[in-house]
């Protein structure tokens, strides 16, 4: 039996010894992931217009679902299904074109699962609904045990480190968990711990949420990444499809109605992180515009939380040939050139200044503009004279000559979409541009 924890309290937070597993690709290899994937993500506003949330390019280069993907891949899990359901084009050609590398000769893939009406006339309804209507994914797999995770979150975790704790413990199901501000705690499910680590509460975004003992400013909240073994989990399902009174989710319905009648555990995700800052594991929640560009700015830091250069953990995604990053002109009025900034493939920066922010692949920049503390995603022309500041701009936005953003808070809010803390979001329809483009027109320098 493994040894007791902590009554709860913050401390129970504190990083403790790895549980190392004995064989962990043999658990591994016994285990199917199902990444939820269907959300829109409302509260990133016209962001996911026209993509769903884990389809949102981050960091440059990747996209959000990359992480989950790649810590299922670098955990040894290479059997896994991706549902989707919310505008999923574009996330379902990036899954099919930038990770077909698994090995299907050896029992390796990542199917891509719309929602398909397999149980009647109704799609999704919940993402305990979702893996209901694919259990027979997990039958086919033949699978002794399933994690479930959203595909929507930033953060790189050994998913077979949790995999032994639950098999340690000889748990039913078992939930990851990270402590976050009281204030936050509103938008999680929070949750309370025996000296076991057994799960006694669970509230699903609760008005008045349960500190922490010991820590009145923090809370215990679930991250949504589950563990269950599968005939387990196929039962408790059933029953909850039948209940007319559920909303078929698993952090409103099924997660508390296990609490008290089975063995449900909390795993500490700082034991199976695997990027540490300090004390505290990283993890990011970028639902909303600020949230997004809070987590992609702090990447533009000298040595910033989240290491995207850790070889041993890559996090890798779909990678378009292109040719290297371009500055040009080097007069002292006109110098092409970019500082505390990441700059991806195929852009072009002609006589422009470029301070602490993203730009993705094939952004254009032109002539004696400045660009400060934004995000620009791929295919985006920001013409001449252009000031910049404090912004995402979405995809395939032509930003016109002499335009000016982050410097009349009311003029941009006359435009575009401004945040309470003043980050302005920019998309093609709010500049009356066409959506459909195939790309940005060449920028003469």
């Given at each position: 039996?493994?040894?007791?924890l902590p009554t ?12 190392t597993?004995a064989d962990?690709?043999?658990l591994t ?11 829109r ?18 960091a440059?280069k990747l996209?959000?679902?990359?992480f ?6 670098n ?12 505008k ?26 719309p929602?398909q009406q ?6 999704y ?26 595909g ?6 050994d998913?077979?480190i949790?995999?032994?704790e639950?098999?340690?413990?000889g748990a039913d199901a078992t ?14 499910g ?8 057994r ?6 975004k ?10 009145p ?7 949504g ?20 009174a559920?909303?078929?989710d698993?952090g ?7 609490i008290?009648?089975?063995k449900?555990?909390a ?9 540490m800052v ?18 992609n700015i702090e ?10 250069y850790?070889?041993q953990?890559p996090?890798?995604?779909l ?9 040009v002109?080097d ?15 195929g ?5 422009a200044?470029v301070?602490?922010?993203i730009?993705?692949a094939k952004?254009?920049v032109?002539d004696?503009?400045?660009?400060e ?6 295919d ?38 401004v ?8 998309t093609?329809d ?16």
């Amino acid at each position: 039996m493994p040894p007791a924890l902590p009554t709860p309290s913050h401390d129970y937070l504190a990083r403790s010894d790895r549980v190392t597993p004995a064989d962990p690709g043999h658990l591994t290899q016994r285990t199917f992931a199902m990444v939820l994937a269907g959300g829109r993500g409302k509260r990133l506003k016209q962001l996911t217009d026209s993509r769903a949330k884990p389809a949102v390019p981050f960091a440059g280069k990747l996209k959000i679902i990359d992480f989950a993907l790649g810590n299922c891949v670098n955990s040894g899990l290479r059997r896994i299904a991706v549902m989707t359901q919310y505008k999923s084009q574009s996330l379902i050609r990036h899954i099919e074109r930038g990770w077909g590398f698994l090995a299907a000769n050896m029992g390796e893939y990542i199917d891509v699962v719309p929602a398909q009406q397999r149980l009647g006339e109704n799609w999704y309804s919940g993402t305990a609904d979702a893996v209901f209507q694919n259990l027979n994914l997990v039958r086919e797999a033949r699978a002794e045990y399933v994690l479930i995770l959203a595909g929507d979150h930033v953060y790189k975790m050994d998913y077979a480190i949790m995999l032994a704790e639950h098999v340690a413990n000889g748990a039913d199901a078992t939930v990851a968990c990270i402590d976050v501000p009281l204030a936050d705690a509103v938008n999680f499910g929070i949750m309370e711990v025996d000296a076991q680590h057994r799960i006694v509460a669970f509230d699903e975004k609760p008005q008045n949420p349960r500190p922490l003992p010991g820590a009145p400013d923090r809370a215990l909240a679930s991250m949504g990444i589950y563990v269950f073994n599968s005939a387990f989990l196929c039962e408790q399902l059933a029953m909850d499809a039948q209940d007319p009174a559920s909303s078929h989710d698993f952090g409103k319905d099924l997660i508390p109605k296990l609490i008290g009648r089975h063995k449900l555990m909390a795993h500490n995700f700082a034991k199976s992180c695997v990027n540490m800052v300090g004390e505290q594991p990283y993890w990011r929640d970028v639902g909303t515009v600020d949230a997004y560009w809070q987590a992609n700015i702090e990447l533009t830091k000298v040595v910033p939380e989240l290491n995207l250069y850790d070889d041993q953990w890559p996090i890798v995604s779909l990678q378009p040939q292109l040719p290297p990053a371009k500055f040009v002109f080097d007069d002292d009025n006109r110098r092409g050139m970019a500082v505390d900034s990441l700059v991806s493939s195929g852009c072009i920066v002609s006589g422009a200044t470029v301070r602490r922010s993203i730009l993705f692949a094939k952004v254009r920049v032109g002539d004696l503009s400045l660009v400060e503390d934004s995000v620009v995603l791929p295919d985006v022309v920001i013409g001449r004279n252009v000031v910049l500041r404090r912004a995402v701009v979405d995809k395939r936005c032509h930003l016109p000559d002499g335009l000016t953003v982050g410097v009349d808070p009311e003029a941009d809010r006359a435009r575009f979409y401004v945040t309470a803390r003043g980050i302005t979001l920019i998309t093609p329809d709010m500049l009356g541009q066409m959506t459909l483009e195939t790309g940005p027109a060449p920028l003469s320098v």
